[in-house]
């Protein structure tokens, strides 16, 4: 199985901050990511897949990059509606997993 | 739009069963992989089966394979998850999830979420 590892797995950050959420594959996925936003008591949204292909109605202060092991989810300009816990999921293969989610909360 | 809504979650027993529906609407349900995924309590997110392909044929997490079965009906525009032998570590939040092929195929749409808790 592919493991995902996502850093840090807690985040403390102001309004108007930049922050970045790293996922490192156990092996190599290509491309084959996706990162959701989950807020508390609802389910996940999708953010970007493929590593970094927005979907459609997401803020462009969302963007995604990397592939093989290494991506990284950048948020610029943090909102209030950001803060959430994130995960990515590798399509790859399955089992499809997902890391283990990463709490981003307000300083 | 399109909307997936589950049912059939309820409190049950240590190896007792169940079934979950999820209702697809707004799009062609057949044109579309669909799979299933849960969130036990505090926790992270957790694939539990998935249909790969146009024949119907689903894959499962290890942790569910042999007790749980996916299935659906195009005809009602319908998913379901039969799941038998339930543990006390069962109990979670369970997702209806559409997918979409883009290279890869990931996930655009997920349902509200139907919760089965197991405990006697």
């Known amino acids: 199985d592919i493991q995902l590892t996502q850093s840090p797995s807690f985040l403390s950050a102001s309004v108007g901050d930049r922050v970045t959420i790293i996922c490192r594959a156990s092996?190599?996925?290509?491309?084959?990511l996706a990162w959701y936003q989950q807020k508390p008591g609802k389910a996940p949204k999708l953010l970007i897949y493929?590593?970094?292909t927005l979907q459609g109605g997401v803020p462009s202060r969302f963007s995604g990059s990397g592939s093989g092991t290494e991506f990284t989810l950048t948020i610029i300009s943090l909102q209030p509606e950001d803060f959430a816990t994130y995960y990515c999921?590798?399509?790859?293969?399955?089992?499809?997993?997902f890391g283990q989610g990463t709490r981003l909360e307000i300083k | 739009e399109v909307q997936l809504v589950e049912s059939g979650g309820a409190l049950i027993q240590p190896g007792g069963s169940l079934r979950l529906s999820c209702a697809a609407s707004?799009?062609?349900?057949?044109?579309?992989?669909m799979m299933w995924v849960r969130q036990a309590p505090g926790k992270g997110l957790e694939w539990v089966s998935g249909?790969?392909?146009?024949?119907?044929?689903?894959v499962y997490a290890d942790s569910v394979k042999g007790r749980f079965t996916m299935s659906g009906d195009n005809s009602k525009g319908t998913l379901y998850l039969q799941m038998n032998s339930l543990r006390v570590e069962d109990t979670a939040v369970y997702y209806c999830v559409k997918r979409f092929c883009s290279g890869g195929c990931y996930t655009d749409v997920w349902g509200k979420g139907t919760t089965v808790t197991v405990s006697s």
């Open positions: 999921q590798q399509v790859d293969s399955y089992p499809i997993t």
């Open positions: 493929a590593a970094s």
């Open positions: 249909i790969i392909d146009r024949s119907g044929s689903a």
């Open positions: 092996q190599g996925i290509s491309s084959y």
């Open positions: 707004g799009y062609t349900f057949s044109s579309y992989a």
